[in-house]
Every structure is written in structure tokens, then in C-alpha cells.
């Protein structure tokens, strides 16, 4: 069975930084297209980061590019989403997907497999 498990989010002032992770089992990512998604309440689920070993330079949505990154310790099969200079309107539902795909994808649709959600909340 493919397994995601999403750890790391919690409560941090305006300008702050936390480090969410991604672990998986049951798959290889490398084998999949990887993403980052979060969900701000009332909104669409919005895709902040997608890879694909198939391919180049990884995404990053305007919103976190140049705040955002994304790490992989393949040792361990877990991505982290490292974030930097947080802003009340980074806060909502961070999750972790795969998408059994030959490149990388941003659109829900696409993916397959979800991790649960951890909650990221920036005071301003």
C-alpha cells in the first residue's frame, strides 16, 4: 500500500520559518511526479511545488518562490518543504501527493495519492 505521512506545521509569527516533511512507503519517489499542495480556508487546493526526476528545474508557484524549498533525504524517502519568511497568507492545509506520472504536475487531478494534512498558521 502507498503510504504519505505529512508532519510539521504548527503556529509562527510573520516572518518566521518551519519545515514540513513528507515520508513515504510503499513507493519510490522517483518514480512518481511529487507535489506540494496547501488549502487556505474557502479556497481551492492550490499546488505550490512539483518535480519530476524526469525533469528539470523543479516548480515553484510565484506565491513561495524565493521563500520556498523543497529537499529530498532519499535515505529516508521523505521530501521537506522548508519555509522561509512565512506571511499570514501562507497559512492553511499543507499536504504531500504523488502522481504515478512520466512528468512532473501541478493540477489535483492528476495526482493519486494524498498525504493527511498538516496545519500551518502565520500570525501576523
Known amino acids: 500500500d502507498v503510504q504519505l505521512q505529512a508532519f510539521g506545521g504548527g503556529l509562527v509569527q510573520a516572518g518566521g520559518s518551519l519545515r514540513l516533511s513528507c515520508t513515504a512507503s510503499?513507493?519510490?519517489?522517483?518514480?512518481?511526479?511529487i507535489g506540494w499542495f496547501r488549502q487556505a480556508t474557502g479556497k481551492e487546493r492550490e499546488g505550490i511545488y512539483c518535480?519530476?526526476?524526469?525533469?528539470?528545474?523543479?516548480y515553484y508557484a510565484d506565491s513561495v518562490k524565493g521563500r520556498f524549498t523543497v529537499s529530498r533525504d532519499k535515505a529516508k524517502n521523505t521530501l521537506y518543504l522548508h519555509m522561509n519568511n512565512l506571511k499570514p497568507e501562507d497559512t492553511g492545509v499543507y499536504c504531500c501527493?504523488?502522481?504515478?506520472?512520466?512528468?512532473?504536475?501541478?493540477?489535483?487531478?492528476?495526482?493519486?495519492?494524498w498525504g493527511q494534512g498538516t496545519q500551518v498558521t502565520v500570525s501576523s
Open positions: 501527493g504523488v502522481a504515478p506520472a512520466y512528468h512532473a504536475a501541478i493540477k489535483v487531478q492528476d495526482y493519486e495519492y
Open positions: 510503499g513507493i519510490t519517489f522517483d518514480d512518481y511526479a
Open positions: 518535480t519530476h526526476s524526469n525533469d528539470g528545474d523543479p
